[in-house]
């Protein structure tokens, strides 16, 4: 089993509707990063999370240190949000990032 | 200010050849990450520097792939000779400070295609 684990693998829906994106990990943690890939690879950080909440612009993080997990919401979902989306933790056992398979996120028009 | 720059984007060569890659980490940031990401999973880290010395680099496959950063700013990786299973995407990322809580600043990486 990995250490990250992400649901859903993959994931389509309509522009404007709300999206979530869930991980869960099974280690100690110092943080939990949220990223972005293109398609082309180049990836951008969107949150990196220890406790509570995030947001910025349509976007909102939010981590359950007690329950290992946090997830990732967009509202009003356009597509140009399309992208894969990387849940990674820093993992206070082997002091490194440690990455989700990903998420594939397709919006529609 | 600059981000993290990687050559080649693309590159597609033959089993058994050899093959380099190139990074340029944001100036003044210490720390510098190769990872590979192999399509359909997440990236997993293949070695990490602090300035020119080697933190980690427990999961580099040393029999075939070598990395270095000789005057603790860009770093070259090289796989000799290269196998099917090395086709995948390269990525560079270089932080502030060793602690990887901190932020990492990705490369657009570098996609190797093995035939």
């Known amino acids: 089993k990995n250490e990250v684990e992400q649901s859903p693998q993959n994931l389509t829906a309509q522009e404007g509707e709300f999206i979530t994106i869930n991980c869960s990990y099974s280690v100690g943690i110092s943080a939990l990063h949220w990223l972005q890939q293109h398609p082309g690879g180049g990836i951008v950080s969107l949150f990196m999370l220890s406790s509570g909440k995030k947001k910025h612009g349509r976007l909102i993080a939010t981590i359950n240190i007690q329950e290992k997990h946090s997830s990732l919401h967009i509202t009003a979902s356009h597509p140009r949000d399309s992208a894969v989306y990387i849940c990674?933790?820093?993992?206070?056992?082997?002091?490194?990032?440690?990455f989700g398979q990903g998420t594939r996120l397709t919006i529609n028009p | 200010e600059a981000g993290v720059a990687q050559s080649p984007r693309y590159k597609i060569i033959e089993k058994r050849q050899s093959v380099a890659f190139w990074c340029n980490p944001i100036s003044g940031h210490a720390t510098l990450y190769w990872y590979q990401q192999i399509l359909g999973q997440g990236p997993k880290l293949l070695i990490q520097?602090?300035?020119?010395?080697?933190?980690?680099d427990s999961q580099l496959p040393k029999d075939r792939f070598s990395a270095e950063r000789l005057k603790g700013v860009d770093s070259t990786l090289k796989i000799q000779p290269a196998k099917l299973e090395d086709s995948a995407v390269y990525l560079c990322?270089?932080?502030?400070?060793?602690?990887?809580?901190?932020?990492?600043?990705f490369g657009p990486g570098t996609r190797l295609t093995v035939l």
């Open positions: 990322a270089s932080g502030k400070n060793r602690d990887s809580y901190n932020e990492q600043f």
């Open positions: 520097f602090q300035n020119n010395g080697v933190v980690d």
């Open positions: 990674a933790v820093y993992s206070q056992g082997a002091q490194k990032l440690v």
